[in-house]
């Protein structure tokens, strides 16, 4: 199992990002995913859930309204749709399989003016 997170940056309040992450090595349409992030001296944080086909969500209280996720099953990709940034979203992001205890390496977003 490989997931690869790509697509973070340095933005200024109020922009957006979108992540994404590729998995390989297992079906992927066929599993449940996730976002997680960890800021600094935090613990970390699930962000977002997304079902195998896509139609169930779930988000962390801190980005409800702001985040959405998706997936692509013909890419093996799932994204994270990132608006209204904060300062207090600055973390690592990272890209979690559950059914398979597997880490993408993680990506950082970073919101600064």
């Known amino acids: 199992v490989q997931l690869v997170e790509s697509g973070g940056g340095l933005v200024q309040p109020g922009e957006s990002l979108r992540l994404s992450c590729t998995a390989s090595g297992f079906h992927f349409s066929r599993y449940s995913m996730s976002w997680y992030r960890r800021a600094p001296g935090k613990q970390r944080e699930l962000v977002a859930v997304?079902?195998?086909?896509?139609?169930?969500?779930n988000y962390g209280d801190s980005v409800k309204g702001r985040f959405t996720v998706s997936r692509d099953n013909t890419k093996n990709t799932m994204y994270l749709q990132m608006n209204s940034l904060k300062p207090e979203d600055t973390a690592m992001y990272y890209c979690f399989a559950p059914n398979f205890n597997s880490w993408g390496q993680g990506t950082q977003v970073t919101v600064s003016s």
């Open positions: 997304i079902s195998d086909a896509g139609t169930g969500r």
